[in-house]
């Protein structure tokens, strides 16, 4: 079995939980080769001479799983390129919450169980999300967590026109909104006071952030549904989207973002039995 270990350099400094990981892998009879989740800035980072990095489409090739090393972030970037070449993924947490994250830093031992298939696959959700500016769609990408669409840095309000199939949910006058998957309801969406949903449910989730209206309310949409967004005739002629906590893209007065469920799904690895209400007791402190 050729599993990919892709660490994040800034989370764990001289990859010293990697090479463990590496090691407790090989003793279980693994062949593992690395590469590195994004491109990195030359001196910018430190990294142990010793380790041969792989180019993702040249380690990614053969392979039958990866592991990420790092916080949510690093997961979410690695996990979306790992699903379009069919590689589920399992997260070791480096960083603060780590909701996605399977295992952390002391649980590496549990490792030794991948080379004998004794996991589970646990399928995610994901929304296609394009930008479309006069007919014509001027930007795709995938979210596994959300897509969020914000007034930018100035102190102003825009106003935010939301269609689930064509027919009007409303207008959201505030700081901005957040479309999200299951997954990504206890991201962004959470501290914006949107639901908590079970991660392996389909549904589309609609969040306001800071809405300057008393009726404003979160909504939790058929998986089937179909959203549109655009700036209502209150709001400023620009916005900005944000993938999945991406560099944002500029949005002009007259331009849609569309949003529906993707025939992609993200494949993460278990190898616990946690509950989903244990992790929420975990990582939100009430444990």
Same mark, same amino acid.
């Given at each position: 079995?050729?599993?990919?270990? @892709?660490?994040?350099?800034?989370?764990?400094?001289?990859?010293?939980?990697?090479?463990?990981?590496?090691?407790?892998?090989?003793?279980?009879?693994?062949?593992?080769?690395?590469?590195?989740?994004?491109?990195?800035?030359?001196?910018?980072?430190?990294?142990?001479?010793?380790?041969?990095?792989?180019?993702?489409?040249?380690?990614?090739?053969?392979?039958?799983?990866?592991?990420?090393?790092?916080?949510?972030?690093?997961?979410?970037?690695?996990?979306?390129?790992?699903?379009?070449?069919?590689?589920?993924?399992?997260?070791?947490?480096?960083?603060?919450?780590?909701?996605?994250?399977?295992?952390?830093?002391?649980?590496?031992?549990?490792?030794?169980?991948?080379?004998?298939?004794?996991?589970?696959?646990?399928?995610?959700?994901?929304?296609?999300?394009?930008?479309?500016?006069?007919?014509?769609?001027?930007?795709?990408?995938?979210?596994?967590?959300?897509?969020?669409?914000?007034?930018?840095?100035?102190?102003?309000?825009?106003?935010?026109?939301?269609?689930?199939?064509?027919?009007?949910?409303?207008?959201?006058?505030?700081?901005?909104?957040? !479309?999200?998957?299951?997954?990504?309801?206890?991201?962004?969406?959470?501290?914006?006071?949107?639901?908590?949903?079970?991660?392996?449910?389909?549904?589309?989730?609609?969040?306001?952030?800071?809405?300057?209206?008393?009726?404003?309310?979160?909504?939790?949409?058929?998986?089937?549904?179909?959203?549109?967004?655009?700036?209502?005739?209150?709001?400023?002629?620009?916005?900005?989207?944000?993938?999945?906590?991406?560099?944002?893209?500029?949005?002009?007065? @007259?331009?849609? !973002?569309?949003?529906?469920?993707?025939?992609?799904?993200?494949?993460?690895?278990?190898?616990?039995?946690?509950?989903?209400?244990?992790?929420?007791?975990?990582?939100?402190?009430?444990?």
């Amino acid at each position: 079995m050729k599993i990919v270990l @892709s660490p994040n350099p800034y989370r764990d400094k001289g990859l010293k939980t990697a090479q463990a990981a590496e090691k407790i892998l090989r003793e279980a009879g693994a062949e593992t080769c690395m590469s590195f989740p994004f491109s990195l800035e030359r001196g910018n980072v430190e990294v142990p001479s010793h380790i041969q990095f792989l180019p993702q489409e040249t380690a990614f090739a053969g392979a039958e799983l990866l592991i990420c090393f790092g916080g949510d972030g690093t997961i979410l970037h690695v996990a979306k390129d790992a699903e379009r070449h069919g590689i589920p993924v399992l997260g070791v947490n480096l960083g603060g919450v780590g909701f996605m994250a399977e295992l952390e830093a002391d649980q590496l031992s549990l490792l030794e169980r991948l080379p004998q298939k004794r996991y589970r696959l646990e399928e995610r959700m994901m929304l296609d999300v394009a930008v479309r500016r006069e007919g014509r769609v001027i930007f795709r990408d995938t979210a596994l967590n959300d897509a969020v669409i914000t007034k930018g840095a100035v102190a102003r309000i825009i106003d935010l026109e939301v269609r689930a199939d064509g027919t009007t949910m409303g207008n959201y006058p505030g700081d901005g909104l957040i !479309v999200s998957t299951p997954t990504g309801s206890t991201a962004y969406a959470m501290s914006a006071g949107g639901p908590i949903v079970e991660p392996t449910a389909e549904s589309i989730l609609i969040t306001p952030i800071c809405p300057h209206t008393l009726h404003a309310r979160s909504f939790v949409l058929d998986r089937n549904r179909s959203v549109a967004v655009k700036m209502g005739k209150l709001s400023r002629k620009t916005a900005y989207l944000s993938v999945d906590g991406g560099k944002a893209f500029r949005l002009g007065g @007259s331009d849609q !973002v569309e949003l529906r469920r993707s025939k992609s799904k993200a494949k993460l690895i278990r190898l616990t039995n946690r509950s989903f209400y244990t992790v929420l007791d975990q990582k939100l402190g009430r444990t």
